[in-house]
């Protein structure tokens, strides 16, 4: 090997503070990467199936559950009351009592829909 020369190919100068060239460090660094596995799993939001970094939920779908797909909030520990005359949707509450007891207070017909998954 000549002085100033690649230590792997000898054909090039070697970069400043390595004893090998860029192309031959950039074919090392490359064949070292593909020999081991990813390590990081493939993160997906379980809403929408968008790719996440390290989370179950992607941003869009944790800030605003309203707009999820299918546009339905859905949180089994909470009751809404859905008015299908006026469209108008009133909660959430915390028991299917409170809800219910909401709809006298309010005036509301009594067919108002009380359920823990209120269409918006």
């Known amino acids: 090997m000549a002085a100033g020369k690649c230590a792997r190919c000898g054909e090039r100068p070697p970069v400043k503070g ?7 460090y950039q074919r090392e660094r490359d064949r070292k990467r593909a020999a081991r ?3 990081r799993p493939d993160y997906r939001c379980s809403d929408c199936g968008a ?37 108008a949707t009133f909660g959430p509450y915390g ?12 005036g509301l017909p009594p067919a ?3 359920s823990q998954c209120a269409l918006l």
């Open 18 to 24: 390595r004893r090998e060239c860029t192309p031959c």
């Open 37 to 39: 596995p990813d390590t």
């Open 51 to 87: 790719p996440t970094v390290g989370a179950a939920r992607c941003y869009e779908c944790w800030r605003a559950p309203e707009y999820r797909p299918g546009g339905y909030l859905h949180d089994p520990g909470e009751w809404w009351i859905a008015d299908e005359d006026s469209g």
């Open 95 to 106: 028991n299917e009592s409170d809800a219910y007891a909401d709809i006298a207070f309010r």
């Open 112 to 114: 108002a829909i009380v």
